[in-house]
Structure formats: C-alpha cells, structure tokens
C-alpha cells in the first residue's frame, strides 16, 4: 500500500493534475462508447435468457472488469503519448489500480445476484 | 485526450459506420413479441400474513413467470431464435395498439386485481374451516381498454375508477350496462372517474361516429377492504405483471391461514387465474412456463384443464409441450379446474 502511494505521488510529479484528468477523461469515453454496446448485448441476452440470469450476470461482472482494465490502459497510453519519458512505473501501478477496482466490482456484483436480484423478482 | 484520439483516430474513424450499424441493430424496435422461459417466485415474498406465523411451512408455493418481450429489437429476435425454448411471434390485437408502458400498465392491473382474487378466494374458503378468517370486499368497475379514438386519451389511466355518466335528461348511469340505453340523444357525456390518488375528476367523452363507442373498456373487480379484513394481509411491490398466478397465490394464502401445511415439503408451482368463484382460468404462453418448472425442478406443477377437447385448452397445451421437448409429464403436471381440485389434490398426498 506505501509502495502504491508512493508510486501515485511519482506520477503526480511526472504529470500535471490537469494531465491527468485529461487523459482520464479521453479514456473513459472512449472505453464507454465501446462498452455501451456490449453492455446493451449483454442486457438482450438476460432479457432472452432471464432463466440463465445467474451465468449472465457473471457474465456481466467479467464485462466491467474488461472496461475497468480497458481504461486503465487507455489512460496510461494516454500518459505515455503525453510524456514519454515518465519516471513512473505506469503499468504496474494501474494493474494494481485495475485489480483493487475490479475486486470491489466482483463483491458489488455477487451481492446484486445474490441478494438484489432475489429482491427485485418477486 | 487529443493525444488519444489523434493515435486512435484512423480505427475510430473505421469504426463509426459499423458501430452505427450495431447500434441500430441493438435498439431498432420491431413489432414482435418473444416468450421466453423466466422463473418461480415463491409467493410468501409477495404476500405476507399476520398470522399462524409461528407456523413451519416445509415446502414452497411459487407462481411461475415468464419473460414476454414486446417489440424486440433485432438483436433479441436473432438471439431468440437460437433456443427452441423461445417463442416468436408477430404482435397482434391490443398488443400492437398499445405502447409497451401502457401494455405494462395493463399487466400491473391484472396482477393487482388478481391478487384481490386471490385474497377473497382463500379467506373465504379458510373462513369455512376458521372461523376466526373474515374477509370484507367491495365492487369497483375499473378502466381496463382504452381504444385509440377515446377523447382524453392521456387523462384517462388504466385501473381508474368509473363512478358515473350524466346520461340523457341528466339521468345518472352508475351501472355501465345502462350506459348504452341512456347516451342516444347528445354528442358528449360527463364522465366521472377517481383516479389512482382517489382524485375525482369529469371527463366529456363523445361516441365515435363509425364505432358507435366510446372507447373506454370497462371492467368490474372485487376489492378487498383490509380494514374489515381477519388477518391482516401486506402485499410487496412486484416487478412482475399479469394475472397468472392467481391460483398459485389463492393456494399459499390459504395455506397461511390453516393450520395444516398443504405443501408437505414439496416444491409446488404452477399458472392459472383464479375467478372470484374458485374456479381457473387460462393462462398464455404455457409452452415457457412448462420449461420453467421444468428447468426449475418442480415437485407439482398445477395446470388449467377446462375443455380436453378444446386445442387450446392449457394442459393439452402443456403435453404437446412435453412431447416436443422430451419432457415426461407424469407424476408432476396436475390438471385442475379450480382452487378446489388443487386442494383436493394437495390434501391427498400422503
């Protein structure tokens, strides 16, 4: 956790805060108009195959986890082609990043199919 | 971003016809409808008793549900095609008239009123075995159609309560039977009706010149009136429409308000209206719900059967089902005709 603290206060050296904002912005949008439609194909598949829902939504989480990491990605390329000669460790710092997020997402995920889901269907 | 896009710019330029192109075929709308397996909701999640609550019910009670996707988009009807479990079909009747909110609206109704059903149904017939069970209703004529040409079209909602029409010589219809016998002389009529906030509101209606109508469908319910009601019930928000599982909930009520315990442990589920006189009613798209009990493992699965001659009687619906899907009916698909032979057979089993 130190050794990740310290690595953002590394990339807040390297690049400006409004650098960063720039590029993270540039990457959600794009990440989002791609994942839009493979939300909307996930969704009609549930709507067809309600009773396969528990697969599905898993299906779903392994989604988000793919446009959580695709961000990051796009983000650092972003940075990169901003700054190519960063002195910061980019990669390893949004794998880790991507990882904590993606965790919450799997938690957040198995609650809504476990405890949401049986709510709502009644 | 400007680095980002201008290093993406050649593949987001590729891609915006195609991504049109997706899109389109993920959103257009066309006017079908897919009925597709869904799932069992357990009926005690929807309705709750205040009563014999330290009662052990071993078994469950579950009405079945289906998806029914009206005006699917292209996407859905290709995906739909895939599974032989999925129905597609062309919207017909007032499926295609009505928009898929007020096609909602109707299904919230239905279930509403056939919860109320339910409810009479069940206290009545606990009544005669508890006498503590007491059930007081009252009659209520509901907006149930509205056709395209009604004046005030967005004003009037279903599920709204018809009160009275100023009739001709400013004789006051409150029994719409009478509205035909006394709306011959004028052009428009006042309507007045309560709306969902109890609200009174009048409405003028015309009769349209070619249907001779005036294009509200009406029609009557029985409604439970908790405050003179023995137990007190609570009914949970539903996302789930439609008046199928009227006989399913008929059953768990009653089953909360004996003391025996009807289900013996089993997974019991099945469709069917229930009529305020005990009797089933048929219900659509049966081929999905067989799938969904069976798909679900269920112990007893009740069926309407009124007519075994009549094709589209549902438990002949539901065999020819079996027979297509290499289901073996036997043991678990119960046909009924009423709350009654449900009983029966419940009581039966050992």
Request: hydrophobic share 45%.
């Amino acid at each position: 956790m130190k050794h990740t603290n310290a690595t953002w206060k590394s990339l807040r050296e390297d690049y400006p805060s409004a650098e960063l904002f720039d590029g993270f912005v540039g990457a959600f949008l794009l990440s989002t108009v791609l994942f839009i439609p493979i939300m909307i194909i996930l969704i009609e598949l549930v709507s067809i195959y309600l009773y396969r829902l528990t697969f599905l939504s898993f299906m779903i989480i392994i989604a988000l986890f793919g446009y959580i990491a695709f961000i990051h990605f796009l983000w650092r390329k972003s940075l990169v082609l901003k700054k190519p000669e960063h002195n910061t460790n980019i990669l390893n710092l949004f794998l880790k990043t991507t990882i904590i997020i993606n965790s919450v997402v799997l938690v957040l995920g198995i609650l809504v199919i476990f405890v949401l889901i049986p709510i709502l269907f009644v | 971003m400007k680095e980002l896009f201008n290093h993406y710019s050649s593949a987001i330029i590729a891609m915006v016809l195609p991504y049109l192109f997706i899109m389109f075929v993920l959103l257009f709308p066309i006017p079908y409808l897919i009925n597709s397996p869904g799932g069992l909701t357990e009926v005690e999640d929807l309705i709750t008793i205040e009563y014999n609550l330290d009662k052990e019910i071993e078994g469950t009670i579950s009405t079945t549900y289906v998806v029914s996707i009206k005006r699917p988009t292209y996407f859905q009807f290709m995906l739909a095609t895939f599974s032989p479990y999925n129905n597609i079909s062309a919207l017909t009747g007032s499926n295609l008239t009505y928009t898929n909110q007020e096609i909602q609206a109707i299904s919230y109704l239905d279930k509403a009123t056939s919860v109320n059903a339910a409810v009479i149904v069940a206290f009545e017939k606990a009544s005669e075995i508890n006498t503590e069970v007491s059930i007081q209703y009252e009659r209520k004529v509901l907006v149930y159609g509205k056709a395209e040409y009604l004046d005030h079209y967005d004003e009037i909602n279903f599920g709204d309560e018809f009160v009275q029409i100023v009739g001709d010589s400013d004789y006051i219809i409150t029994d719409i039977s009478e509205a035909g016998t006394y709306t011959t002389q004028n052009l428009e009529y006042d309507w007045t009706f309560i709306d969902e906030d109890g609200e009174e509101y009048i409405v003028s209606l015309s009769k349209d010149e070619e249907e001779e109508k005036f294009g509200v469908t009406l029609k009557t319910y029985y409604i439970v009136d908790q405050e003179d009601t023995f137990p007190k019930y609570q009914e949970s928000n539903s996302s789930i429409g439609g008046p199928s599982g009227g006989l399913l909930q008929t059953l768990s009520i009653y089953n909360m308000l004996v003391n025996e315990d009807l289900t013996k442990g089993l997974k019991i589920a099945g469709t069917g209206t229930i009529n305020y006189d005990g009797s089933v009613g048929y219900i659509g798209a049966t081929e999905q719900k067989i799938l969904t009990a069976y798909l679900n493992h269920v112990d007893i699965f009740f069926i309407p059967n009124l007519d075994d001659e009549y094709y589209y009687d549902n438990y002949q619906e539901a065999l020819r089902a079996c027979e297509e899907h290499g289901i073996d009916p036997t043991g678990w698909l119960i046909p009924v005709a009423s709350f009654q032979d449900a009983l029966d057979y419940l009581e039966g089993l050992s």
